[in-house]
Structures are given as C-alpha cells and as structure tokens.
Nanobody, 124 residues
C-alpha cells in the first residue's frame, strides 16, 4: 500500500506562508491522484485541494482559493501545497492522501492511502 509522509508544517504568523510536502515511499506517486485535507481542532476532516495524476486538473476548497496552490513533481515523488496569506482558521493538521485513479475522487472515503499529518498553527 502507498505510504505517504507529510512535512513542512509549523508555527507561522497570520499572513505568512508555508509549503507542505507529501512524499511517497515504496510506490510511484505518479500513479495516484493526491489530495490535501485539513482537520481543525474539534472538526471533521475536509478536503483542501486535489491534483490529478497528470497534474492538468486541480481543485480547491472555496476557503483557500487564491491563497493555496497544489503541485506535483513526479520526478521527486512528491506533491506540494503552497500556502500563502495564512489565516488563524487555517490552523490544524494537514493530511495528504492518494487514490490510484486519473482524476480527483469526489469523496474523502475514496482515498485509500493516508499520511500521518503535519501540524500547521497560524497565530501571532
């Protein structure tokens, strides 16, 4: 099964930026659509963004449009989430997950492989 490891989280002030990475081990990430998910304290996990296998198709939650950018570097077996203009409500654990389909699945439960998450805290 695909194993994913997230990194790049941390503490940042409002308005700051972070770049999260989702790296795969043992499998080729290029064979998976990859999503990023945010789980705020006490709330359900929600999809933030997703990128298709080819990278030609991406989507974003309304709350992050214009601020976050998802990209993939298949040569490095890594998917990135560039997060700019961060807000306190972006605080939480960020997970990446993969599904071996060309396009982004509609449901969170369609993603079969999950990382352990990386903590992002936006606070002054």
């Amino acid at each position: 099964q695909l194993q994913l490891v997230e990194s790049g989280g941390g503490l940042v002030q409002p308005g700051g930026s972070l770049r999260l990475s989702c790296a795969a081990s043992g499998f080729t990430l290029a064979h998976y659509a990859i999503g990023w998910f945010h789980q705020a304290p006490g709330k359900e996990r929600e999809r933030v963004s997703c990128i298709s296998i080819s990278g030609d198709s991406t989507n974003y939650a309304d709350s992050v449009k214009g601020r976050f950018t998802i990209s993939r570097d298949n040569a490095k077996n890594t998917v990135f989430l560039q997060m700019n203009s961060l807000k306190p409500e972006d605080t939480g654990v960020y997970y990446c997950a993969g599904d071996p389909v060309p396009g982004c699945p509609d449901r969170l439960t369609d993603f079969g492989s999950w990382g352990q998450g990386t903590q992002v805290t936006v606070s002054s």
